[in-house]
């Protein structure tokens, strides 16, 4: 039996950690394991060097550290098959959460939303990083794994910016629109010019490319794609024709003041002037908020100035949930004043009933509309009664 | 079932892909007979009670010992020797389980197999 020194000993450790053995407890292994064989396979008498080099060799194929790489490997996806699992059910449980969500969305059922939000939450939260994992396991290659994961960001990226928009989360169209891009310019190129040098890909690889540029070109097309003209035109009518009654009532008003002013009349025309001016504030609040315009740049008041008349959060934020004195709770208190102030003038006036009005959680082209109605009748009251107290 | 008839069963191929498809069985059940084992002593014990026909490398046996020890199968005992660290290593009570389980399987597996290759009715191809 050979004996070993401590200098020998400390030999083996220096050239198995410069062979790449980097994790202590591989490295205590293999030392021991070494110096084992040559305790009892050396003659006493033996060449310590010589038989250390022919032993180290009995370890690998190519590099000492392809042990290491292997546990590593082996360790760092001991969860694979656990995750394959997990893979197979989130698959199912997505299509099945977005499937049954979009019906649901379809019919006006209840739910439709958590079941949206819970399949893309999971689609793109647990499903397609795990099958970043595993593919990352599966394919070897640099820069194959590299595309993959450029891809399947994009991916979730994407797809979290459909959620956010769904949701009326902040960021959703840079997400999703961003994602959308990239995908387009950066990683379709890429697919293409790096799986296409694999001959027996090249057939697979022009389809798969074929069928993402149509697909982005499709979805390209539905982005810009708004509601009919003639539609849009008829909505701004409304709002149209409403202003100009107003501004009519209110011109044929001040004429009847003016002829007919008393002390009377002056008090049902200051709470109408005032109730008519918040009105005014508001919408142009509203207007220049959701556009991210200042209020002085806002030259004329009209819905057609909107950017976007579907804006749900500015009605959110400046409106419903402000708490300044352009906010629907002081419009409330206001309205609630002006009220009881006609009733006391005269039993005949109409009550602004904002109960009947839903001017919450909605968008901002219906809130413009509705101010506008309250404005006619407000400013019809005063006509009314004006007209009425005329000798 | 026992580790010499497990090997019996295989003892005629000896490709790497076919061993290292059963070291993990191989490993639990040696240390579930012998207790605690450290890496030499688990190479050697196998040479000789196949007489040489399975020889474990150290490339295959190592990998397989961390990911064991890492899935909680195995427990570790570090003993210092002079200057090298020897680790002997353990089944815990889940390795018990698991020793089970895969020696069930490939026992299983071997009656497919020799179903399926014919071999109790021509041991000739053996």
């Known amino acids: 039996m050979y004996n070993l020194t401590d200098e020998q000993i400390d030999f083996i450790n220096t050239d198995i950690t410069k062979r790449g053995i980097e994790t202590e407890d591989v490295r205590d292994n293999i030392l021991d394991h070494v110096c084992c064989i040559i305790e009892n396979e050396l003659t006493v008498d033996g060449d310590f060097k010589t038989f250390y080099v022919n032993t180290i060799a009995r370890f690998y194929t190519k590099e000492l550290r392809e042990i290491e790489e292997e546990t590593h490997d082996l360790i760092t996806f001991k969860y694979y098959y656990a995750m394959k699992r997990t893979m197979k059910i989130t698959a199912g449980l997505t299509s099945a959460l977005i499937i049954a969500g979009g019906f649901f969305k379809f019919q006006h059922w209840p739910g439709a939303a958590v079941l949206l939000f819970s399949g893309i939450l999971l689609f793109s939260l647990v499903f397609l990083p795990l099958n970043i994992v595993m593919k990352y396991r599966d394919d070897k290659a640099k820069e194959n794994r590299l595309l993959m994961i450029l891809g399947f960001i994009l991916v979730i990226t994407g797809s979290i910016g459909v959620l956010f928009k769904v949701m009326h989360f902040p960021y959703a169209n840079i997400l999703f629109y961003g994602s959308f891009l990239a995908f387009f310019i950066f990683f379709i190129p890429a697919y293409f010019f790096t799986k296409i040098r694999v001959p027996e890909n090249k057939f697979n690889v022009i389809i798969q490319t074929t069928f993402m540029i149509a697909g982005c070109g499709m979805l390209f097309t539905l982005f810009n794609l708004k509601g009919s003209k003639n539609i849009e035109d008829s909505v701004y009518s409304m709002d149209h024709f409403q202003q100009i009654n107003s501004q009519h009532l209110e011109a044929a008003n001040a004429s009847f003041y003016a002829e007919n002013g008393n002390s009377n009349s002056d008090k049902v025309h200051l709470m109408t002037t005032e109730l008519s001016d918040l009105i005014n504030a508001i919408y142009v609040n509203l207007i220049s908020h959701s556009n991210g315009e200042a209020k002085g740049e806002i030259t004329h008041i009209t819905r057609a100035d909107l950017k976007d008349p579907n804006d749900s959060k500015v009605v959110q934020n400046h409106f419903e949930n402000a708490k300044d004195e352009l906010s629907y709770d002081y419009l409330k208190t206001k309205v609630a004043a002006y009220n009881s102030f006609i009733q006391a003038q005269d039993k005949s006036l109409l009550l602004v009933d904002l109960n009947q009005l839903q001017m919450t959680n909605t968008i901002i082209s219906v809130v413009l509309h509705q101010l506008l109605d309250i404005q006619v009748l407000i400013l019809f009251n005063e006509q009314n009664y004006l007209r009425s107290k005329r000798p | ?126």
């Open chain 2, 1 to 126: 079932m026992d580790i010499h008839n497990i090997l019996m069963y295989i003892c005629v191929m000896y490709s790497s892909e076919l061993i290292k498809g059963t070291l993990k069985t191989i490993v639990l059940n040696l240390l579930k007979d012998h207790g605690k084992m450290y890496g030499y002593e688990i190479t050697q014990k196998v040479k000789d009670l196949t007489k040489d026909k399975i020889q474990i490398t150290e490339g295959a046996l190592y990998p397989t010992l961390h990911a064991l020890e890492e899935h909680g199968d195995l427990t570790v005992e570090k003993v210092y020797i002079g200057k090298r660290v020897r680790k002997y290593y353990r089944l815990t009570d889940q390795g018990m389980e698991t020793r089970t389980e895969r020696v069930n399987e490939l026992a299983d597996f071997m009656k497919t197999m020799r179903f399926l290759l014919d071999l109790d009715v021509a041991k000739g191809h053996v």
